[in-house]
């Protein structure tokens, strides 16, 4: 499949669902109104229920019920839970600056890569060490860009990651210490950071 073609994470499915359970129930003659709900730009921060809420989707509205697929789970099976089954999901970003130069000549440069490498390590000991054992929580990096050619030390390297978190608590404190710890990373290298968090 190509990336422009479909997004091939579950969204053509979730409307599929969507569309055909409005279907069924049409035929069901279920008493009293449905409202179906698509919601726009679910992963791109802010997304687009908040959009939703503020014009009103949610106006008369007794009860919600939201569906995501699960491929962990046998075709045809629907599993239910109570409380929380999705963490929130946020991004960020660290852009990492050094200075470049020659290949063979490390000692007059820093490395932004070598230095966006210890920041991705870093950032690994936040739910390893930096948070309660018992708090859900994964910070993933997923992208790494940096460096023009194999024997040049690179000025610069973006690195960019998502965070998911059940705590609110939790949440709140991700973007403080990322920074925290990708700017004294830097700073032990004698590189600069600018990070960015989007929630």
Same mark, same amino acid.
């Given at each position: ?45 802010? @997304? +687009?229920?908040?959009? #939703?809420?503020?014009?009103? %989707?949610? =106006?008369? !509205?007794?009860? &919600? ?34 200075? @470049? +130069?020659?290949?063979? #000549?490390?000692?007059?440069? %820093?490395? =932004?890569? !070598?230095?966006? &490498? ?44 998502? %965070? ?36």
């Amino acid at each position: 499949v190509r990336e422009d073609t479909c997004h091939a994470c579950g969204h053509d499915a979730h409307m599929a669902m969507l569309y055909g359970g409005s279907l069924l129930l049409q035929e069901d003659g279920l008493a009293g109104k449905v409202r179906y709900m698509f919601q726009p730009a679910e992963e791109c921060p802010p @997304g +687009g229920a908040l959009g #939703m809420i503020d014009s009103g %989707v949610l =106006a008369g !509205v007794d009860m &919600a019920f939201a569906m995501h697929v699960a491929p962990w789970l046998p075709f045809g099976t629907v599993g239910i839970k109570e409380n929380v089954v999705m963490a929130a999901a946020d991004k960020f970003s660290v852009t990492v600056r050094g200075r @470049g +130069g020659h290949g063979a #000549m490390p000692h007059e440069c %820093v490395d =932004a890569v !070598v230095v966006a &490498a210890q920041v991705v390590v870093g950032l690994q000991a936040l739910a390893s060490r930096m948070s309660d054992p018992l708090e859900p929580l994964v910070v993933t990096v997923g992208k790494i860009n940096g460096g023009t050619a194999a024997n040049v030390i690179a000025d610069e390297v973006v690195l960019e990651g998502t %965070v998911r978190t059940l705590s609110t608590k939790l949440r709140s404190d991700l973007p403080g210490w990322i920074e925290r710890t990708a700017k004294g990373i830097c700073t032990g290298f004698g590189a600069e950071c600018e990070t960015e968090y989007r929630s």
